[in-house]
C-alpha cells in the first residue's frame, strides 16, 4: 500500500485525477479502494484507550494482589461485596493482565479425582494459623477446619482458635448436626490429634476411635505427603485464600467471622466445574443418605468445656476459685483455658503460654510470672529473689483451703 499511497501523493500534487482501474490492476486491490485513498481515506482510526470503571479501584486492586498467597479471585470476591460497580469476573481478569498487575503463577500437577456414591465420604482438614490484621492493627492468628461430602461437594468452614483433639470432636459435632447427618468414612489427613506415630508406623488414636464408633462412621487416612489423594477438600482451602483479601477491611472477630461464613456461602452457591452444577443443588440429594447422629447424651459428652478469661493486674486469672499466674506481658489481655484432667493448659491466640496442675491452693504463681510481676516496681535482683523466695513459701502454706 506504502506504494499506491506515493502514486496517489504524487497526482494530488500535480492535480491531476489519476486512472483509478489502471492502478487498482497495477497494485493488485479493487479500483474503489484506490479511489478512495486518492480522495482522503487514511485507513481505520486507531483505537483510543477508553477509561474503564476499573481505574478507581487500580491502587486498591494493585495493593491487593502484592499480598502473599493471594490470587486474582480472591480480590475480586473481595470487591464485589464491597462495591456495585465491579462488572463480572472475566472483564476484571482482563483488566488486571492488561495492566499487568497480576503475579506469576506455578502450575501445579493435576490430580485424579476419586468420586464416592451419596453419603458414602467426608474429607477434611485445617488451614492452619491464618494471621490476620483487623482495622485497628490487632493481629488474629486462626484456624478453620474444611469439611466436605465427597459426592455433592458441599462443604463448610469452621473457624477454631486452636487444634486440638476436642477441637476437632467439636468442629465435627457442630458440622454433623449442620448437616443433618454423619457420612459413612472420613478421609482425614495424618494430623497430630488424629494419629499417633509408634516409630515409622501410624495408628488412629485410642479416643479418636472411640469417637468414631460413637458416631458411626469409619476413620480413613491420606497416605503420608501425597495430599493428591484428598484434592477435594484441598481444593476448598483454595478459597480460603479469599479471606486474604479482607486483611486490615474487618473491625473485629465476629465480623470477621461472618466474612468466613460469606465465603463459605459463596463456594456451595457457585456452580463446580466439575458437577456443573452447584454444591448447594447436589447436597440436598446427598444429606438423605447421611447417618443418623447418635443420643444426646453421647453428643454433649465430647463437647469441650474451655472458656476465656481475662488477665487480671497481679497476673492472674480466676478459674474455679483458685489463682493461677500468666506471663505479665498478658495482664488485661483474655486468655483461653482448658481443663484437661489434672492440668489447666493457657492459651493465647492459639498459643500455649503456660500450664498448671489443679491444686487446692488459692493462689498459683509460677516463679517466673511472680518473678516478672515483681520486678516491675523492684529493682534491687538481690531483694526480689528474697522476696520471692518469702512470698511464695508464705503462699504455700498460708494460702490453702
Not at 486507531?46 to 479471585?73: A, F, H, M, Q, V
Not at 494471621?131 to 466436605?148: C, R, T
Not at 463437647?303 to 478459674?319: E, R
Amino acid at each position: 500500500m506504502i506504494t499506491l499511497l506515493s502514486e496517489l501523493h504524487l497526482f494530488r500534487g500535480l492535480n491531476m485525477k489519476p486512472n483509478f482501474s489502471e492502478l487498482a490492476r497495477k497494485h493488485n486491490c479493487d479500483y474503489r479502494t484506490v479511489k478512495k485513498y486518492y480522495e482522503g481515506y487514511e485507513g481505520k482510526p486507531k483505537k483510543r484507550n477508553k477509561p474503564s470503571r476499573l481505574d478507581i479501584y487500580y491502587n486498591e486492586i494493585k495493593d491487593k494482589l502484592s499480598i502473599t498467597g493471594i490470587n486474582k479471585k480472591a480480590v475480586y470476591e473481595y470487591l464485589i461485596d464491597k462495591y456495585d460497580e465491579i462488572g463480572t469476573y472475566s472483564n476484571f481478569s482482563k483488566y488486571v493482565n492488561k495492566n499487568k498487575l497480576n503475579k506469576k503463577t506455578i502450575l501445579k500437577d493435576v490430580s485424579v479425582r476419586y468420586e464416592t456414591p451419596p453419603g458414602k465420604q467426608a474429607q477434611v482438614d485445617w488451614k492452619e494459623d491464618v494471621k490476620i490484621y483487623s482495622k485497628h492493627g490487632e493481629v488474629f492468628v486462626i484456624n478453620i477446619f474444611s469439611y466436605k461430602l465427597g459426592s455433592s461437594r458441599y462443604c463448610k468452614f469452621e473457624y477454631s482458635e486452636f487444634k486440638t483433639r476436642d477441637d476437632v470432636f467439636r468442629c465435627l459435632i457442630n458440622l454433623f448436626k449442620f448437616t443433618g447427618g454423619v457420612p459413612k468414612e472420613i478421609l482425614f489427613d495424618n494430623m497430630r490429634s488424629i494419629v499417633d506415630l509408634d516409630g515409622s508406623k501410624r495408628k488412629i488414636n485410642n479416643k479418636v476411635l472411640q469417637f468414631s464408633k460413637d458416631f458411626g462412621f469409619k476413620v480413613r487416612l491420606c497416605k503420608p505427603y501425597t495430599p493428591k489423594t484428598k484434592g477435594k477438600v484441598e481444593s476448598v482451602n483454595k478459597f480460603i485464600t479469599w479471606l486474604l483479601a479482607y486483611n486490615k477491611e474487618f473491625e473485629d472477630l465476629d465480623e470477621l467471622i461472618k466474612i468466613i461464613n460469606n465465603i463459605n456461602l459463596k463456594v456451595n452457591t457457585y456452580i463446580n466445574q466439575t458437577t456443573n452444577v452447584s454444591p448447594t443443588f447436589l447436597f440436598q440429594k446427598e444429606k438423605e443418605y447421611l447417618l443418623p447422629l447418635p443420643d444426646k447424651s453421647i453428643i454433649e459428652s465430647y463437647l469441650n468445656t474451655s472458656k476465656k478469661y481475662k488477665v487480671h493486674k497481679d497476673s492472674l486469672i480466676t478459674f474455679k476459685g483458685k489463682k493461677y499466674s500468666v506471663p505479665s506481658k498478658f495482664i488485661d489481655k483474655y486468655v483461653i483455658v482448658k481443663h484437661i484432667e489434672n492440668e489447666l493448659q493457657i492459651y493465647y491466640n492459639s498459643s500455649l503460654i503456660t500450664k498448671h496442675l489443679i491444686t487446692n491452693k488459692i493462689i498459683n504463681y509460677s516463679e517466673d510470672h511472680y518473678k516478672e510481676i515483681l520486678s516491675m516496681s523492684i529493682k534491687d535482683s538481690e531483694s526480689l529473689e528474697n522476696i520471692i523466695n518469702e512470698n511464695l513459701s508464705l503462699f504455700d502454706k498460708l494460702l490453702k483451703e
